[in-house]
C-alpha cells in the first residue's frame, strides 16, 4: 500500500516536491489555499492584459532542463523559450543607458568601451564565477544541510579556497573593476539573493555565470507557464490537487503528524512537505511543543526585501524600454542602507521594469503595452494606499524623464501589491518577497533545517530553508525534501 504524503503549498518547491514524491511512488496530496497553483508565481488578467504575479526573470535553464528530464521531459515539451538578447538595460543618473548584450564577445567588448583592459578581468571573473557555480551544483545546493559533516569530504574541502566562502562579492569585483557602471552591473545579481553586495559571499558571484554565461531567458505566454508545465507533470505522476483549502492544524500521534486540517477537509497523512511560509506553519500552526525554533530567533533573521509592485495596463506602445529595465538612476548604497541597516521606506528608490510585450504580445492587446514595475524595500515596513499612489507619481515620472515620454495618461489599468498582500495571500514572514538572504551566516546548515527535530514526519521546503531564495533553487529545495522523504519512508529504496 502506497504511503500518503501531504504536500502544503503549490508554489515552485512543493510543485517540485509532490511530482517528485508521486514519481517515487508515494501517493501525493497538495493543498493548496488559493484556487490557482503557483505561490509567488500565479497569474491574473485583466482585459486582454496578462500579469505575472511575482518572478519575472528565467535565469539557470540548465536547474529546469535537469528537472523535466527526471520525468522524461523537457522544457520544449510545454512552452517556448527565448533568448532574450539583450538580456536587460541599465540607465544611470547621467543619462547612459547600457544594453548588456547576450553574446560573449559583445559583453567583452562592453566592458572594454568604459574600463580599457576589463575585458579580460571579465574573462577571468566570468571563469571563476564558471567554477563556482558547477562546483555549487553539483556539491552543494542538492544537499539537505542537515549538518556541517555533509560537507567534509576532500573534493569539497579543496574546493573551499578557490569558492571565497569567507570573501565578499563587493570586494572581489572591486579587486578586478574600477568602473562604478560596470561594478553596479556584476553586483546587481545578488539582489535576487536578498543581501548587500558587502554581505555577500563571493561564492555566489555564480549568480553572474547565470547571468552573463548562461543567459536571461523568457518563457512565451509567461512565468506561470513553467507553473502549468510542473502542475502538468505532477499531475501525469498521479498527484492529486486540492485547491482552495487553506491548513488550519495537525493532529498527531507522539511525534507524528496523522492528519491535516484544512478549512474545508481533513486528510490522513504518513509524512508532510511544508512548502508554504516556513514561519507561519512553525510559529502558528504547530502547537508549542512542536515548534522548531522560538519567536526570538525568527526575529533575528535577515529577511531578503520586500516589494512593492505595480501591474500597469498602457494603451500605446512605448519606445526605449526592453524586457527588463533597471533604474540605477539614484545611489544604491543609500537605497540598500534603507533596506538593511535601517530599514525605512526610501527615499529615492532604484527600481526595476519589466516590459514582457516586448517579446511576448500575446500578454497585452494589441497595439499596447505590459508593465511590471518592482521597488525593492525592508521588510516588515507598514504600507497603505497612500504610499502606494506616492512612490507610483515617484517611479512613474522617472520612467518618463529617462524614455523621454508620457506614460501616466496613457495608463488604463493599475494594480499595486506590497508587504501587506504578501502577508495577506502567503502568511509571509514580515512581508518578505523573497525569504531569506544569503548571508554567510543564513547558508547551508546555517539556514533554518529542512528537517523538522520536533516532527518526525515534517520536512520544510521553499524560499525559507535550503538552497535559498529564488525559483531554480525554490525547485531544488522541493527535489531535495522530496529525497529526503523517500530515504525515510521507504530506506530500501535507491534514489535518483
Given at each position: 500500500m502506497k504511503k500518503k504524503v501531504t504536500v502544503l503549498g503549490a508554489g515552485f518547491s512543493g510543485l517540485s516536491a509532490a511530482a517528485s514524491l508521486a514519481r517515487d511512488g508515494m501517493e501525493v496530496h497538495v493543498l493548496e489555499r488559493h484556487h490557482q497553483a503557483g505561490g509567488r508565481a500565479r497569474q491574473f488578467d485583466h482585459e486582454g492584459f496578462v500579469f505575472d504575479m511575482g518572478p519575472s526573470w528565467y535565469w539557470m535553464p540548465d536547474v529546469f532542463e535537469a528537472y523535466f528530464a527526471r520525468f522524461g521531459h523537457q522544457a520544449s515539451d510545454y512552452y517556448d523559450l527565448k533568448r532574450l538578447d539583450p538580456s536587460y538595460q541599465v540607465f544611470f543618473a547621467d543619462g547612459d543607458v547600457i544594453q548588456v548584450p547576450a553574446s560573449g564577445e559583445e559583453q567583452i567588448e562592453l566592458f572594454e568601451r568604459y574600463e580599457p583592459g576589463s575585458g579580460r578581468a571579465l574573462r577571468k571573473f566570468l571563469s571563476d564565477s564558471q567554477y563556482k557555480y558547477e562546483t555549487?551544483?553539483?556539491?552543494?545546493?542538492?544537499?539537505?544541510?542537515?549538518?556541517?559533516?555533509?560537507?567534509?569530504?576532500?573534493?569539497?574541502?579543496?574546493?573551499?579556497?578557490?569558492?571565497?566562502?569567507?570573501?565578499?562579492?563587493?570586494?572581489?569585483?572591486?579587486?578586478?573593476?574600477?568602473?562604478?557602471?560596470?561594478?553596479?552591473?556584476?553586483?546587481?545579481?545578488?539582489?535576487?539573493?536578498?543581501?548587500?553586495?558587502?554581505?555577500?559571499?563571493?561564492?555566489?558571484?555564480?549568480?553572474?555565470?547565470?547571468?552573463?554565461?548562461?543567459?536571461?531567458?523568457?518563457?512565451?505566454?509567461?512565468?506561470?507557464?513553467?507553473?502549468?508545465?510542473?502542475?502538468a507533470v505532477a499531475e501525469e505522476q498521479g498527484v492529486q490537487f486540492h485547491l482552495g483549502q487553506e491548513v488550519t492544524g495537525f493532529e498527531f500521534s507522539g511525534r507524528n503528524m496523522t492528519r491535516v486540517q484544512t478549512t474545508g477537509e481533513t486528510y490522513a497523512t504518513d509524512a508532510v512537505v511544508n512548502a508554504m511560509d516556513y514561519h507561519h506553519l512553525d510559529q502558528q500552526l504547530l502547537p508549542g511543543q512542536f515548534r522548531e525554533y522560538t519567536a526570538a530567533y525568527w526575529d533575528k533573521r535577515v529577511m531578503a526585501p520586500s516589494s512593492l509592485l505595480y501591474y500597469i495596463g498602457v494603451d500605446k506602445k512605448l519606445t526605449g524600454l526592453t524586457h527588463h529595465n533597471l533604474f540605477f538612476d539614484a545611489d544604491f548604497g543609500a537605497h540598500a542602507a534603507e533596506i538593511y541597516d535601517h530599514p525605512s521606506w526610501p527615499r529615492e528608490p532604484l527600481f526595476y521594469v519589466c516590459c514582457p510585450s516586448v517579446t511576448d504580445p500575446s500578454v497585452a492587446p494589441e497595439g499596447q503595452e505590459n508593465l511590471f514595475i518592482l521597488i525593492p524595500v525592508a521588510p516588515g515596513l507598514e504600507d497603505t494606499p497612500e504610499l502606494h499612489d506616492q512612490y507610483y507619481d515617484l517611479v512613474m515620472e522617472r520612467l518618463e524623464q529617462r524614455t523621454g515620454q508620457d506614460v501616466r495618461s496613457h495608463v488604463i489599468y493599475k494594480r499595486s501589491y506590497a508587504h501587506r498582500d504578501f502577508q495577506k495571500d502567503y502568511h509571509a514572514f514580515k512581508g518578505n518577497a523573497y525569504g531569506l538572504a544569503n548571508t554567510l551566516f543564513q547558508t547551508a546548515f546555517l539556514k533554518p533545517r529542512m528537517k523538522s527535530r520536533k516532527v518526525d514526519n515534517l520536512w520544510h521546503a521553499g524560499q525559507l530553508t535550503v538552497p535559498g531564495p529564488g525559483v531554480p533553487p525554490s525547485l531544488i529545495s522541493g527535489q531535495v525534501a522530496a529525497r529526503e522523504v523517500i530515504r525515510t519512508l521507504t530506506p530500501e529504496f535507491r534514489h535518483t
Amino acid at each position: 500500500m502506497k504511503k500518503k504524503v501531504t504536500v502544503l503549498g503549490a508554489g515552485f518547491s512543493g510543485l517540485s516536491a509532490a511530482a517528485s514524491l508521486a514519481r517515487d511512488g508515494m501517493e501525493v496530496h497538495v493543498l493548496e489555499r488559493h484556487h490557482q497553483a503557483g505561490g509567488r508565481a500565479r497569474q491574473f488578467d485583466h482585459e486582454g492584459f496578462v500579469f505575472d504575479m511575482g518572478p519575472s526573470w528565467y535565469w539557470m535553464p540548465d536547474v529546469f532542463e535537469a528537472y523535466f528530464a527526471r520525468f522524461g521531459h523537457q522544457a520544449s515539451d510545454y512552452y517556448d523559450l527565448k533568448r532574450l538578447d539583450p538580456s536587460y538595460q541599465v540607465f544611470f543618473a547621467d543619462g547612459d543607458v547600457i544594453q548588456v548584450p547576450a553574446s560573449g564577445e559583445e559583453q567583452i567588448e562592453l566592458f572594454e568601451r568604459y574600463e580599457p583592459g576589463s575585458g579580460r578581468a571579465l574573462r577571468k571573473f566570468l571563469s571563476d564565477s564558471q567554477y563556482k557555480y558547477e562546483t555549487g551544483m553539483r556539491d552543494f545546493v542538492y544537499k539537505p544541510s542537515h549538518s556541517i559533516m555533509e560537507f567534509a569530504d576532500l573534493r569539497i574541502l579543496g574546493a573551499m579556497f578557490r569558492l571565497q566562502m569567507f570573501s565578499s562579492l563587493s570586494r572581489e569585483v572591486r579587486q578586478l573593476f574600477t568602473h562604478p557602471k560596470l561594478i553596479q552591473i556584476l553586483e546587481f545579481p545578488v539582489l535576487f539573493l536578498g543581501a548587500k553586495p558587502e554581505k555577500t559571499p563571493a561564492l555566489y558571484s555564480m549568480m553572474n555565470y547565470a547571468d552573463l554565461v548562461l543567459g536571461t531567458w523568457y518563457p512565451m505566454g509567461g512565468m506561470h507557464k513553467i507553473v502549468e508545465a510542473m502542475t502538468a507533470v505532477a499531475e501525469e505522476q498521479g498527484v492529486q490537487f486540492h485547491l482552495g483549502q487553506e491548513v488550519t492544524g495537525f493532529e498527531f500521534s507522539g511525534r507524528n503528524m496523522t492528519r491535516v486540517q484544512t478549512t474545508g477537509e481533513t486528510y490522513a497523512t504518513d509524512a508532510v512537505v511544508n512548502a508554504m511560509d516556513y514561519h507561519h506553519l512553525d510559529q502558528q500552526l504547530l502547537p508549542g511543543q512542536f515548534r522548531e525554533y522560538t519567536a526570538a530567533y525568527w526575529d533575528k533573521r535577515v529577511m531578503a526585501p520586500s516589494s512593492l509592485l505595480y501591474y500597469i495596463g498602457v494603451d500605446k506602445k512605448l519606445t526605449g524600454l526592453t524586457h527588463h529595465n533597471l533604474f540605477f538612476d539614484a545611489d544604491f548604497g543609500a537605497h540598500a542602507a534603507e533596506i538593511y541597516d535601517h530599514p525605512s521606506w526610501p527615499r529615492e528608490p532604484l527600481f526595476y521594469v519589466c516590459c514582457p510585450s516586448v517579446t511576448d504580445p500575446s500578454v497585452a492587446p494589441e497595439g499596447q503595452e505590459n508593465l511590471f514595475i518592482l521597488i525593492p524595500v525592508a521588510p516588515g515596513l507598514e504600507d497603505t494606499p497612500e504610499l502606494h499612489d506616492q512612490y507610483y507619481d515617484l517611479v512613474m515620472e522617472r520612467l518618463e524623464q529617462r524614455t523621454g515620454q508620457d506614460v501616466r495618461s496613457h495608463v488604463i489599468y493599475k494594480r499595486s501589491y506590497a508587504h501587506r498582500d504578501f502577508q495577506k495571500d502567503y502568511h509571509a514572514f514580515k512581508g518578505n518577497a523573497y525569504g531569506l538572504a544569503n548571508t554567510l551566516f543564513q547558508t547551508a546548515f546555517l539556514k533554518p533545517r529542512m528537517k523538522s527535530r520536533k516532527v518526525d514526519n515534517l520536512w520544510h521546503a521553499g524560499q525559507l530553508t535550503v538552497p535559498g531564495p529564488g525559483v531554480p533553487p525554490s525547485l531544488i529545495s522541493g527535489q531535495v525534501a522530496a529525497r529526503e522523504v523517500i530515504r525515510t519512508l521507504t530506506p530500501e529504496f535507491r534514489h535518483t
